[in-house]
């Protein structure tokens, strides 16, 4: 954590989850246009992060498992992605429109040359989300009530499947970050919550995840360079005893990672390869 904390003295422009576009939301840098992922499964090769050098060559050397290519407008919003097969299908695309405030409307995903699903949103006369419905092709299969404070954050919402309803309820620090969730079971008894520990440069840091609120059942932390840059990602999963580790050991000029090496239970078991263009 001391590395995520201590970075070269620069102006400091924390921005509030409401006010962020989907780049931020994911620490991604830059004007990006476009984002192609190729996906490497390692898990029967039996290696591990010493031979990131050995596996990475070997990625070369065959396709990859699976494709995803997201777009994103000069402003930094999502306008589609794709996933797409290492026989070079598209298994699923899927769409996003906004409207003339920069907020989606509605989503739709797209399998086999039909809609297989959509989403419609909702705004209040203060132009903050209220609501959401999710189709399964014209049956409304999920719905979302949202409630918002003075300037949009999302303090609750409310899922309703058809069948039980659940709430989630959500807190912010000072500088507007979500920094506890809480997930209530139809009785109102808390089931799950989480909170978020961030650095001086409103970086996600530590996320802990709770059962019942007591239980520590998932742990994350994110490790930076001091110009910003994610160096290392480390989940554990309590429950099933479970720990995965994510390096990113190379970067474009943006300081955005371009290749990432994904090692569960001290074996590697993945690569990602990105590949950013940039708005000019």
Same mark, same amino acid.
């Given at each position: 954590?001391?590395?995520?904390?201590?970075?070269?003295?620069?102006?400091?422009?924390?921005?509030?989850?409401?006010?962020?576009?989907?780049?931020?939301?994911?620490? *991604?840098?830059?004007?990006?246009?476009?984002?192609?992922?190729?996906?490497?499964?390692?898990?029967?090769?039996?290696? @591990?992060?010493?031979?990131?050098?050995?596996?990475?060559?070997?990625?070369?050397?065959?396709?990859?498992?699976?494709?995803?290519?997201?777009?994103?407008?000069?402003?930094?919003?999502?306008?589609?992605?794709?996933?797409? @097969?290492?026989?070079?299908? @598209?298994?699923?695309?899927?769409?996003?429109?906004?409207?003339?405030?920069?907020?989606?409307?509605?989503?739709?995903?797209?399998?086999?040359?039909?809609?297989?699903?959509?989403?419609?949103?909702?705004?209040?006369?203060?132009?903050?989300?209220?609501?959401?419905?999710?189709?399964?092709?014209?049956?409304?299969?999920?719905?979302?009530?949202?409630?918002?404070?003075?300037?949009?954050? *999302?303090?609750?919402?409310?899922?309703?499947?058809?069948?039980?309803?659940?709430? @989630?309820?959500?807190?912010?620090?000072?500088?507007?970050?979500?920094?506890?969730?809480?997930?209530?079971?139809?009785?109102?008894?808390?089931?799950?919550?989480?909170?978020?520990?961030?650095?001086?440069?409103?970086?996600?840091?530590?996320?802990?995840?709770?059962?019942?609120?007591?239980?520590?059942?998932?742990?994350?932390?994110?490790?930076?360079?001091?110009?910003?840059?994610?160096?290392?990602?480390?989940?554990?999963?309590?429950?099933?005893?479970?720990?995965?580790?994510?390096?990113?050991?190379?970067?474009?000029?943006?300081?955005?990672? *371009?290749?990432?090496?994904?090692?569960?239970?001290?074996?590697?078991?993945?690569?990602?390869?990105?590949?950013?263009?940039?708005?000019?």
């Amino acid at each position: 954590m001391g590395a995520a904390c201590h970075r070269k003295p620069a102006p400091i422009e924390i921005i509030p989850d409401v006010d962020k576009n989907h780049l931020q939301r994911n620490h *991604i840098f830059g004007n990006v246009k476009e984002i192609e992922t190729s996906i490497f499964g390692l898990q029967e090769d039996s290696l @591990t992060i010493k031979d990131s050098a050995q596996a990475l060559q070997w990625t070369l050397e065959r396709q990859p498992d699976r494709i995803f290519v997201h777009h994103y407008s000069y402003d930094g919003y999502m306008l589609d992605f794709y996933n797409i @097969t290492a026989a070079n299908d @598209t298994q699923l695309y899927r769409k996003y429109i906004y409207n003339d405030r920069a907020q989606i409307s509605e989503w739709s995903e797209t399998k086999n040359d039909f809609i297989s699903s959509k989403g419609k949103y909702s705004y209040d006369r203060n132009h903050f989300i209220s609501g959401e419905k999710i189709y399964d092709g014209d049956s409304l299969v999920m719905s979302f009530a949202y409630k918002t404070d003075g300037v949009g954050n *999302i303090i609750s919402s409310t899922q309703d499947n058809q069948q039980f309803v659940t709430t @989630t309820k959500y807190h912010y620090n000072e500088h507007g970050l979500v920094d506890r969730i809480e997930e209530y079971e139809p009785s109102g008894k808390v089931f799950k919550s989480a909170t978020i520990e961030y650095d001086n440069y409103g970086d996600e840091v530590n996320r802990c995840v709770y059962k019942s609120g007591k239980q520590l059942i998932e742990y994350t932390y994110n490790k930076y360079e001091q110009d910003g840059r994610k160096i290392k990602t480390i989940y554990e999963d309590k429950l099933h005893r479970n720990k995965e580790v994510k390096y990113y050991t190379s970067f474009d000029s943006h300081k955005n990672w *371009i290749i990432e090496y994904g090692v569960s239970n001290n074996q590697l078991v993945s690569i990602r390869k990105r590949n950013i263009n940039y708005y000019q």
